[in-house]
């Protein structure tokens, strides 16, 4: 089956403790990126990647990093996660970048305290 | 970034009856797509059409554009309880590489 897969589903932190949620896709997609929810802000982009080792920074990329080693995986990394972070996290993958439908993780629900 | 703004914010209709969502939109666009979101889920890829389409069809749902107005409709007919979600409209413009997405319409089909 097509799909994106994220891990954690849920997941509760403490302030400052480094954490990665993963992302893998099996559709062979060149595009993927990262997108948070927050009521009232809708859905923002973090960072995306055209391909394996380009990446580059969407609307609110504080406080995030991103890497691209391999075309199927595009692990989110809080290096010191903070309590404004607390959110719902989407990962997407499509071809060739917005111009076809994205494809979405489950997501991952977030809380740092 | 630029965003799509959906009307209205909450519709609650029945079932049989055809629900319509709009979006409306600021800078030109290369195109624009329509999500759905059951309640904490995943988003799912509903539709999209490009700036040189007027009009789309998948199934029951009718996507309407209007680059001049900047404007964009989603039509469900003969709308479903499973049909109950939030629907987000998506743009995408020429320079660009992001879903700049709206805050949803949040829609609610009674039995």
């Known amino acids: 089956e097509a799909q994106v897969t994220q891990n954690p589903r849920y997941l509760i932190t403490v302030t400052g403790k480094k954490l990665t949620v993963t992302c893998s896709q099996n559709?062979?997609?060149?595009?993927m990126s990262w997108y948070r929810q927050d009521p009232g802000l809708g859905l923002r982009q973090i960072y995306y990647s055209m391909n394996v080792e380009v990446t580059d920074k969407g609307d609110v990329p504080e406080g995030y990093k991103v890497s691209r080693k391999e075309k199927r995986n595009f692990p989110l990394i809080l290096e010191s996660p903070s309590p404004n972070q607390t959110s719902l996290y989407f990962c997407a993958s499509s071809n060739q970048g917005a111009y076809y439908g994205y494809t979405f993780g489950s997501g991952t629900r977030l809380t740092v305290v | 970034s630029q965003q799509g703004e959906e009307d209205p914010q909450a519709l609650s209709i029945q079932e049989g009856e055809n629900a319509t969502m709009n979006c409306s939109y600021k800078?030109?666009?290369?195109?624009l797509q329509w999500y759905r979101q059951n309640s904490g889920r995943g988003l799912v890829h509903l539709i999209l059409i490009r700036s040189n389409e007027r009009e789309k069809h998948s199934g029951r749902l009718r996507v309407t554009l209007d680059t001049s107005k900047k404007s964009s409709s989603l039509l469900i007919t003969a709308s479903r309880a499973a049909d109950t979600a939030s629907y987000f409209c998506?743009?995408?413009?020429?320079?660009?590489?992001?879903?700049?997405f709206g805050k949803g319409t949040s829609l609610l089909v009674t039995p």
């Open positions: 998506a743009t995408v413009l020429n320079s660009g590489y992001a879903l700049n």
């Open positions: 800078t030109s666009i290369n195109n």
């Open positions: 559709m062979n997609h060149e595009y």
